[in-house]
């Protein structure tokens, strides 16, 4: 048994593996992944109509999710163009595909932006009382008063992206990525 023991330590880790799909069950699983997406937006946008009662609210929060996603998948597109420069090269890019790390990050920033949403619009409804709406003052205050707390905890995510960027290696830099320019677009 030590000598399996011994053996085991001593073997070199290999992490490398290769998944393959057929056209058709990735068209299925990209079906399933859209149909997923959609019933969770608009489980958000219940969620938040119900919990701060104005539709308005649930509405403009989903939409600034969408956002994020379109800009992070944006950002991962252009990764592609931008790793071929001089440019993508100072900054260690490579062209980043669509995979599980990728897809955590997008979870990540879409919990991300949602829970700052949410403490901004909790803000809202504690600043507007028993009124029936929110005035553009109200709004502002509020907005005003969570600021410091967004400013922190955008730039403590903003240097934990940026860690795990540079020093997560080849497994974590996509996940890294994203979540940076996640972080960005949502704070």
Known sequence: ????????????????????????????????ALVAVILAMIGMLAYIWVRFGSFRFSFCTVLALVFNMIVCLGALAYSGMLS???LGAALHMSDFRIDLNVVAG???????????TVVILDRVRENRGKATY????????SINQSFGRTVLTGGNSV????????LGGSGLKPFGYVYFVGVLVST
């Not at 997008?106 to 700052?116: A, F, K, M």
């Open 1 to 32: 048994e030590w000598t399996l023991v011994r053996q085991a330590l001593t073997q070199q880790a290999s992490l490398d593996q290769v998944s393959v799909f057929s056209p058709v069950v990735a068209e299925n699983l990209a079906a399933s």
């Open 84 to 86: 071929h420069t001089g």
């Open 106 to 116: 997008l979870l990540t920033v879409l919990g991300y932006g949602l829970n700052d």
């Open 134 to 141: 929110a005035t553009r003052n109200v709004v502002n205050s």
């Open 159 to 166: 240097a934990t992206a940026l860690i795990l960027y540079e």
